[in-house]
């Protein structure tokens, strides 16, 4: 079984996650791990803090206080790398002693990097006006125009032909097929 690289998250002292981040791309670097860990990334945003005199101050804040995040390909190369990095605790998920790190599941890092816009999350907004094919469910092999698209709870309305109406039915957007 060929492993794929997932993401880790990497326990660190608080304060010290960008000093973990830059150190851990320098060891990839010089000890030529970069076919195995790929990226290193501290969560952060930037937030607005009022001031005494009431002007606005940016400040940027931690998401992850103590965190790291680290996508790689974990074999015992790059576990050696990443967990011998100086101050890095261990890895989230491993009870220490030798025992592998726990992978994030599919898809948990993808609202971490929609938030920090390392991914854009896609509007499906060409879909309106298209028609498209329902591939599961009640409807399967129903087709309707998209009339609406709710990007963040992932919806699309379909109007689907009923005794002769087009009747607004909602649709889970992982479940269309757009025909062309």
Do not use: C
Not at 35 to 64: C, N, R, T, Y
Not at 71 to 77: L, Q
């Amino acid at each position: 079984m060929t492993k794929r690289k997932r993401w880790y998250i990497v326990q660190t002292y608080s304060g010290y996650e960008n000093s973990v981040k830059n150190d851990l791309k320098r060891r990839i670097e010089s000890m030529g791990m970069s076919d195995l860990i790929f990226d290193v990334i501290v969560p952060e945003e930037i937030i607005i803090e009022k001031k005494a005199d009431g002007s606005d101050k940016e400040k940027v804040k931690q998401l992850f206080p103590g965190y790291v995040f680290v996508e790689m390909i974990e074999t015992d190369e790059s576990w050696y790398v990443v967990r011998n990095t100086p101050r890095v605790t261990g890895f989230l998920g491993s009870s220490g002693g030798g025992t592998k790190p726990v992978p994030l599941e599919d898809g948990e890092m993808d609202s971490i990097l929609y938030k920090i816009g390392i991914k854009v999350k896609p509007t499906f907004e060409h879909l309106i006006g298209k028609t498209v094919e329902i591939q599961n469910g009640p409807y399967a092999g129903q087709r309707g125009k998209v009339s609406f698209v709710d990007v963040d709870k992932e919806i699309l309305k379909v109007d689907i032909e009923f005794f002769g109406r087009a009747t607004p039915t909602e649709v889970d957007i992982d479940n269309v097929k757009e025909i062309l």
